[in-house]
């Protein structure tokens, strides 16, 4: 086998837990030549505003941008579905001479009158950072005649990295929860969901449970997304972050603003989701009904999945996985779930990690684990083939890395529709990951399961 | 109805510049795509390309920065080269220059000339693909004709060796991974050597691998693209490029004509019967050869399917969309078995779609037609309401309009992203327009049945 070889400048990313002294080194932008697995800033900004459905998402720019995000994600909405229509000022040559102010405001008035959002979201992408429109001032002037938010989001994708994409969505989202118009008055026992995104209807499962605590759910950023309800954020207690990465911001701003705490949880795999059901729970003490209820809830789901995930186990036991997702957050809850599966993490990277979150993962993994941040594809499949994984954990642009090299693969990205949070959400994932391991056509791929193909045909 | 002329783009029906260049410079031997500017471009771009070919698509980037924007990208491109080079060690690196680059104005050219055009053997070509003035057609063909320009120098014309074997360059354009194939083994029956540029056939549809490949196997073979200027001949499909053409534009052909004046046939996109009579007589032209038995028997069997079927299409209505020279030829394969394409639409601008369906639709059926540039799909959604139309054809990007209204979506063309098997279509040839002929028609078939009362079981 033709060995890969890994970029020199790349070498400090890529950790082996047991092997490597050296702290890995993370959060730079990406090495230019290596075909990164990330986005740009427009991307984040993007995914996090997305399930705004009664909102109006305009794309500032170019139509590539636009063209490529249309209906790609799996965040379901109960009412309008504004979101899922691609908005583009489409630029023309003459708009890169000229500047594209006039054309943005004159789309935004139309737009507007047309499909009579709560609010407007323009996110400006590169070629706007770089003919310097000034859409703040297009946003204002619109928005003072048309009587809605119109808010800028600066998600320029030269301007940084993932982490400034979701920095511009929580300045974008704190904003529009400032120019609320509503009294301040605060709900007792109610709580804002944040960085959830209702993939498959998640959403709706996590507020259920909060339902069934006794919990009221005032708003969620931004699953299921309506306007009035995130301008009404500021009455909640307590605001629960989850994908820490996108929200964290926004909650240290209210914190700061209107002094609403904020916890941080995972609503991915039993033990996680518990505990963030736990953690609300004992926010509420003074209400002990909530952690009665809580209780109760958590042994009803899991005896309801347990019989499931108990025959499952058995075929998964010892099988090595590969995971490869955006957030780091996301690799800590998968890495304990597949533990409970009984299988063993043989490579772990993220697109966005921190120093922090790194630590944790080395932690968290056994000897020999490969850690990995911002890799590529041929680092990804070197390392899959190095430790013969059974299974891949990824993204669209992963999937057919794994299927290349003849191993199961599992979607855990916003382009999913399977919902995989909380303990039916667990069943599925469960049921997935088993589904793709165990299927019998391995043994017909070239490479991994020859044996029962004449020794002439196997060739590939 | 006169629908509301909008500013904004809604849903768009077209894609950027930079993928069409991307995906050619797939559809050649040991060549890696670099684009010159942002991240997200070239990693949308993969995941597009990914979720349509189901195959690893790589793309590298240069990666611009805040100070790469502000200062330029000469060093970025630089480093970007070397590391693609390091890792990939390709043949050919074909650097596509994204909207940013080209609104920053890198001289990309001038980089590349100072590099020597090449790095360690690793050829370097570009194209100039800025996505505010064209849709991923123009990138196509702009990466074919800057691919074919740079290999094929004035000064290097091949010597000329007299052959019992002719030699034809083909530039298919936009086409399946089957459609490719579909020509390899027309040219393999006429035993003619066939240069196919590009061909992603293979390498966007491999086996799984037994060994590790960092750059897939198959597509145009370098060696052979150099040789281009002293083929037989070229033919080049596509009746919006030709009208290009005509101006020495857009085209590869062209301009092998022009330098090495080797002979060149500009023919629209096989599809139908008529459009693949006219294929093989241009081949017959140019090569002497006429068409084999095998060809000729598929031939009188389409003709027999279209007279089984000639009731289920007639005078039905359809709404046919996607890239220019894919609209025409899709238009002109619908009128050819008597289905109105009331409604032609494409993302394009090129201005010339109208004039070219005149000239291929039989006059009584192109009264019926509206022709549209520059569409997007809400806009096409409302249109279509008002023609009464049986079924959509077109890519996948259609379906929310055809769910809409309650219609048939036949699946045709790229991107097909919520279907497998995309790039196994096969549209063209005789072949091709069987597969398309048997679709259509049981998909028409199929909404008779479930709409029907009763239901029925005997045709
Ligand atoms: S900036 Fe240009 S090249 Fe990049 S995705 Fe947008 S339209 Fe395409
Ligand atoms: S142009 Fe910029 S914002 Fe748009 S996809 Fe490319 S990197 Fe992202």
Excluded at chain 2, 163 to 184: A, V, Y
């Amino acid at each position: 086998m033709k060995t890969i070889s890994v970029l020199e400048d790349r070498k400090k990313q890529i950790y082996q837990k047991g092997q490597d002294g050296f702290d890995i080194s993370c959060e730079q932008k990406s090495l230019a030549g290596s075909v990164s697995q990330r986005a740009c800033v427009f991307c984040g900004s993007r995914v996090v505003l997305y399930p705004i459905a009664d909102a109006l998402h305009l794309i500032h720019g170019p139509i590539g941008c636009a063209s490529y995000t249309w209906d790609i994600r799996g965040a379901l909405s109960s009412g309008p579905e504004l979101h899922r229509m691609s908005f583009s000022t489409d630029l023309s040559e003459t708009d890169i001479i000229f500047g594209g102010e006039k054309k943005l405001e004159q789309a935004l008035f139309e737009l507007i009158d047309a499909y009579e959002p709560r609010a407007a979201f323009v996110y400006c992408t590169c070629i706007v950072g770089i003919i310097g429109d000034d859409v703040d001032a297009v946003c204002r002037k619109v928005a003072a005649r048309v009587g809605i938010p119109v808010l800028p989001v600066h998600s320029e994708g030269f301007k940084g990295t993932k982490k400034d994409s979701y920095k511009a969505a929580c300045d974008a989202l704190f904003t529009l929860i400032d120019q609320s118009k509503e009294p301040p008055k605060k709900i007792p026992l109610g709580i804002n969901i944040l960085g959830e995104f209702n993939i498959g209807g998640e959403t709706w499962i996590i507020k259920d449970y909060y339902r069934r605590m006794g919990i009221e759910t005032v708003a969620v950023m931004t699953g299921d997304g309506r306007v009035k309800d995130i301008q009404s954020a500021q009455r909640a207690c307590l605001n629960v972050v989850q994908c820490s990465g996108s929200l964290t911001h926004l909650a240290k701003e209210m914190e700061e603003v209107y002094g609403i705490p904020y916890i941080r949880v995972s609503y991915f795999g039993i033990e996680d989701t518990a505990s963030a059901l736990y953690d609300v729970a004992s926010f509420f003490a003074g209400s002990p009904a909530i952690m009665e209820k809580t209780t109760r809830l958590v042994q009803e789901e899991v005896c309801a999945i347990i019989p499931d995930l108990e025959e499952i186990k058995q075929d998964l036991a010892g099988k090595r996985a590969a995971i490869y997702v955006g957030g780091a957050f996301k690799a800590f809850s998968l890495i304990k779930a597949l533990k409970y599966l009984g299988m063993e993490v043989v490579l772990v990277g993220s697109q966005t990690g921190n120093k922090e979150d790194y630590a944790l993962l080395k932690k968290m993994c056994r000897p020999g684990t490969i850690i990995l941040d911002d890799a590529n594809p041929l680092e990804l499949a070197k390392y899959i083939m190095e430790k013969d994984a059974h299974l891949f954990i990824g993204g669209v642009k992963e999937k057919p890395i794994a299927y290349k090299l003849g191993i199961g693969f599992c979607d855990h990205n916003h382009e999913r529709k399977i919902p995989l949070a909380g303990f039916a959400g667990m069943r599925n994932f469960a049921r997935e990951i088993h589904e793709t391991i165990t299927s019998p056509i391995w043994e017909l791929v070239p490479g991994k399961g020859q044996k029962n193909i004449p020794e002439s045909l196997n060739k590939g | 109805m006169k629908t509301k002329a909008y500013t904004a783009t809604r849903n768009a029906c077209k894609m950027c510049t930079p993928l069409g260049a991307a995906l050619v410079f797939h559809g050649i031997e040991g060549t890696i795509p670099l684009l010159h500017g942002s991240q997200g471009c070239s990693t949308y771009m993969r995941r597009y390309m990914i979720s349509h070919f189901k195959e690893p698509v790589d793309i590298a980037s240069s990666n611009f920065s805040e100070e790469t924007a502000i200062f330029g990208g000469g060093a970025n491109l630089k480093q970007a080269i070397e590391n693609v080079s390091r890792q990939y060690a390709p043949e050919m690196i074909g650097i596509a220059t994204t909207c940013l680059s080209e609104t920053i104005g890198d001289d990309v050219p001038m980089i590349l000339e100072k590099m020597g055009n090449q790095i360690n053997q690793t050829a370097l070509v570009h194209v100039s693909t800025p996505s505010f003035s064209g849709t991923h057609v123009d990138g196509f063909h702009g990466a074919v004709r800057a691919v074919v320009g740079q290999c094929n120098p004035l000064s290097n014309r091949t010597k000329y060796t007299p052959k019992t074997k002719k030699r034809i360059n083909l530039f298919p354009g936009m086409l399946s991974n089957e459609d490719l194939r579909h020509l390899k083994e027309i040219f393999t029956d006429l035993n003619i050597d066939l240069i196919l540029l590009p061909d992603y056939s293979e390498r966007l549809e491999g086996p799984s691998w037994v060994e590790y490949q960092a750059i897939q196997k198959g597509g145009t073979p370098i060696r052979d693209i150099r040789k281009m200027n002293a083929s037989t001949g070229s033919m080049e499909f596509g009746t919006i490029l030709a009208r290009f053409a005509g101006k020495g534009e857009k085209s590869a052909a062209a301009l092998l004509k022009k330098r090495f004046d080797v002979p060149w046939e500009s023919l629209g996109i096989p599809i139908g019967v008529k459009a693949t009579d006219i294929f093989f007589s241009v081949m017959e032209r140019l090569t002497l050869k006429s068409m084999p038995e095998k060809y000729k028997k598929q031939r009188g069997r389409l003709i027999d399917a279209y007279v089984d079927g000639n009731k289920y299409v007639s005078k039905k209505r359809a709404i046919v969309y996607g890239e220019e020279d894919f609209v025409a030829a899709m238009a002109g394969f619908l009128a050819e078995i008597g289905i109105i394409p009331v409604l032609c639409a494409s993302g394009g601008n090129s201005g010339l779609l109208k004039q070219a369906l005149s000239e291929l639709i039989p006059q009584n059926i192109f009264k019926q037609v509206e022709v549209h540039n520059g569409m997007d799909f809400t806009r096409m959604e409302q249109q279509a309401r008002e023609l009464s139309p049986d079924f959509v054809i077109g890519n996948s990007k259609g379906y929310t309009m055809a769910r809409h209204l309650n219609i048939p979506l036949v699946r045709v063309g790229f991107p097909i992203h919520d279907r497998l098997g995309g790039s196994r279509i096969l549209h063209i040839g005789y072949q091709g327009t069987q597969h398309l002929f048997d679709t259509i028609v049981n998909t028409l078939l199929q909404t008779r049945q479930d709409t029907s009362k009763i239901g029925y079981a005997y045709m």
